[in-house]
C-alpha cells in the first residue's frame, strides 16, 4: 500500500493506505478526526469541507494520495490549543447557528475561507454574498438564517 505524509491541523502524519482512499475517509478513519462529516455520495452536501493549504476543499472529492505533503485544516484544528475558539464557532454559538450541528464543521470551514477571501479582495461581504458563497453547503434543519448571521457576526469580528 502506498504511503502517505501530509500536515494535519499542524502536526505530520502518514499512513500506509489504499491508492482509493478519499481525502475524508483518511482524516476520519485512519486519524480519527471524526469532526469531518460525511452527508452524501454525491459531493453535494459540504459537511466533509475542509481548508487545503488554506483553501476550503470538500474531501470526499479528493484522495488523500493526491494531497501528499499539503497543508490540512480540520474543524478540530480550528480553535486555539489553549481551547479557544475561533470566532466563526463563536459566532454560530451566539447566533444560533446549527440544530442538529451535522452540517456545522463545513459550514464553518466554508465560513472562514469564505471571509478570508473577501477580506483578501476588499470586496464587501453582505447577505446576498454570503448566501451565495454558501450554495455547496446543505444544511437540513436552520432555514439558513442564524447561519447567515452568524457569518456576517464573524466577518465583522474578524475585521475588527
Ligand atoms: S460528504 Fe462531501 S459533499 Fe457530501
Ligand atoms: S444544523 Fe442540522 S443539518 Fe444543519
Redesign the pocket.
Given at each position: 500500500m502506498p504511503k502517505i505524509t501530509m500536515t494535519v491541523n499542524g502536526q505530520e502524519r502518514s499512513a500506509d493506505i489504499e491508492a482509493r482512499t478519499l481525502l475524508?475517509s483518511f482524516l476520519r478513519e485512519d486519524l480519527g478526526l471524526t469532526g469531518t462529516?460525511?452527508?452524501?455520495?454525491?459531493?453535494?452536501?459540504?459537511?466533509?469541507?475542509v481548508h487545503i493549504d488554506g483553501q476550503a476543499v470538500?474531501?470526499?472529492?479528493t484522495l488523500a494520495l493526491q494531497n501528499e505533503g499539503r497543508e490540512i485544516t480540520t474543524i478540530e484544528g480550528l480553535a486555539k490549543p489553549d481551547g479557544t475558539l475561533h470566532p466563526m464557532q463563536t459566532a454560530f454559538h451566539e447566533n444560533h447557528g446549527l440544530q442538529c450541528g451535522f452540517c456545522t464543521p463545513?459550514m464553518i470551514m466554508t465560513a472562514t475561507d469564505m471571509i478570508k477571501r473577501y477580506q483578501a479582495s476588499g470586496a464587501p461581504l453582505d447577505e446576498k454574498a454570503v448566501r451565495a458563497e454558501l450554495e455547496?453547503n446543505l444544511c437540513r434543519c436552520t432555514g439558513y438564517q442564524n447561519i447567515v448571521k452568524a457569518i456576517l457576526d464573524a466577518s465583522t469580528q474578524m475585521s475588527a
Open positions: 475524508s462529516h460525511v452527508g452524501c455520495d454525491t459531493s453535494q452536501c459540504g459537511a466533509c469541507i470538500k474531501s470526499c472529492a463545513g455547496g
